[in-house]
């Protein structure tokens, strides 16, 4: 008998033993192949770049500016009587404009406006692209239109089709005034001004309707 029970308790302490060596419960590797251990990985977020919005100076309708050249003060209006859904690179573009100055000092002396010239410029986040041809409006009156307030200049010049890949074009104008040096001389003083005003081009599918 006593043989016996000192056999039986070597067995259990042998068994105790092995059990011991095995891995620890937070060494055994998960259920998917990876270490228990290990903590889980984040989940990855994905980040979509949103693009900038597009300027345009006539979303409202119109835009009203003011330049300065010299003694000369520029009072400008612009708006487009094409609505600004239908500004697609196709399209001819309208953009109106009106033009009143004032001179100081005022010792009477009249303003002329003697050309009027406006070039586009189309654009898109990546930068300008190659400007459109320049469209003049040379006055056939010398010394040019009579602009100083109350007499105003109205005109209106057109961009013409623009790449597709163009989402704005801004519009550059420049203003060459003579401006009398006495109210009664007939020499006259050379005076330029310039000013530009940004438009959206509408996508292909909003100009269409769709």
Known sequence: MKRRWGTAA??????????????APW?????DGGDASSPAPSPSVSRTAVPPPVPNDLSSGSTE???TAGAVTGSLN?????????WSATALKPVSLSLVTTVSPDDGQK??????TMIAVPGNAQGDMSPLAPTSDQSATNPGY???????????FYVGEVPPE???????????????TTPTSDEF??????????VAIAAASEADGG
Do not use: E, H
């Open 78 to 86: 612009y708006w487009s009587d094409l609505s600004m859904d239908r």
């Open 27 to 31: 060494n055994l590797p998960s259920a």
């Open 65 to 67: 500016r003011q330049v």
């Open 111 to 116: 303003v002329y406006l003697q050309k009027a």
């Open 189 to 198: 003083a050379k005076q330029t001004a310039t000013d530009s005003i940004t």
């Open 146 to 156: 009579l602009v100083l307030s109350p007499y105003s200049y109205s005109q209106t």
């Open 10 to 23: 070597a067995t259990a302490v042998m068994a105790v033993a092995l059990v011991g060596c095995g891995p």
């Open 166 to 180: 163009a989402t704005f074009v801004t519009i550059r104008f420049t203003y060459d005034f003579l401006v009398q």
